[in-house]
């Protein structure tokens, strides 16, 4: 009898730290839907590379901060497990789409602190509100959050607070879908080496070294570091682990 493939849906994975989760997953035999906001192609080389390991792939459009396109997204996720997989489920969903905007608490705007909510708190608890019919008995949820809900980084007030609303909802969501079997982790990153928020953490020398001083392990994460804790946190191995908060900062400011 053959084995059926698991298939995780990992939002924002044309870039960044979705896209080495996406890769990372495939090259453990996982097959993929992806999803992108902007940038197409992008998205389309990762469906490519994850072929290339021999997985099925597919990538959506989604505008993770647009809850009103949320049910023809489920729609279409809907339409290409039946057409991809001959499935009417997907087992894992990772919430990785984000967006990185900072400013000082007494200068935060307020359209600026809207679309950090509608992308990284109300997109998420939506988006995958509709998306459970599709998920799975026994599947796997992972928020991404933070290293910044636990030490503070100037700027980022309305960002970490999201992200503290993304701890909360996960600890909820494990609970009230348990009975299902469900898992529901939170996966929170420090300083990464990604274009997040403009790649200044990948891009800038001083910055790069301040916060490397700041790290136990002495160095900014880069995003391998990021997908084989999310990988680890998908695997059967870790199926008894719900409700928790992983922190993956290299030991950032203990």
């Known amino acids: 009898m053959t084995t059926q493939s698991r298939i995780a849906l990992i939002t924002g994975a044309n870039r960044g730290l979705g896209k080495a989760a996406a890769l990372r997953l495939a090259a453990d035999g996982t097959d993929l839907i992806i999803t992108y906001r902007s940038h197409a192609e992008e998205a389309e080389a990762v469906?490519?590379?994850?072929?290339?390991?021999?997985?099925?792939?597919v990538a959506l459009r989604l505008d993770a901060g647009e809850v009103g396109t949320f049910d023809?997204?489920?729609?279409?996720?809907?339409?290409?497990?039946?057409?991809?997989w001959d499935r009417d489920t997907f087992d894992h969903l990772v919430n990785n789409a984000?967006?990185?905007i900072g400013a000082p608490f007494a200068e935060?705007?307020?359209?600026?602190?809207?679309?950090?909510?509608?992308v990284h708190f109300r997109g998420v608890y939506f988006l995958t509100q509709k998306l459970l019919p599709l998920i799975a008995d026994g599947g796997r949820i992972?928020?991404?959050s933070t290293g910044l809900t636990r030490f503070v980084g100037v700027g980022?007030?309305?960002?970490?607070?999201?992200?503290g609303a993304i701890e909360v909802l996960t600890r909820y969501q494990a609970k009230e879908l348990g009975a299902r079997g469900?898992?529901?982790n939170t996966v929170a990153p420090g300083p990464i080496a990604t274009d997040f928020a403009g790649g200044v953490m990948r891009d800038n020398e001083q910055v790069r070294a301040v916060m490397a001083d700041q790290a136990a392990l002495g160095r900014v994460g880069e995003p391998d570091d990021i997908s084989g804790v999310i990988s680890v946190?998908?695997?059967?191995?870790?199926?008894?682990?719900?409700?928790?908060?992983?922190?993956?900062s290299g030991g950032t400011l203990l």
């Open 233 to 248: 946190m998908l695997a059967e191995q870790t199926g008894w682990i719900t409700a928790q908060r992983v922190e993956a």
């Open 98 to 100: 984000g967006v990185g």
């Open 156 to 163: 980022y007030s309305a960002y970490a607070a999201m992200k």
């Open 108 to 118: 935060m705007a307020v359209e600026d602190f809207d679309a950090l909510m509608n």
């Open 182 to 184: 469900i898992r529901v």
């Open 142 to 144: 992972i928020n991404l």
């Open 72 to 84: 023809a997204f489920a729609g279409e996720v809907g339409r290409v497990l039946k057409e991809s």
């Open 47 to 57: 469906v490519a590379e994850a072929t290339a390991l021999g997985r099925t792939a």
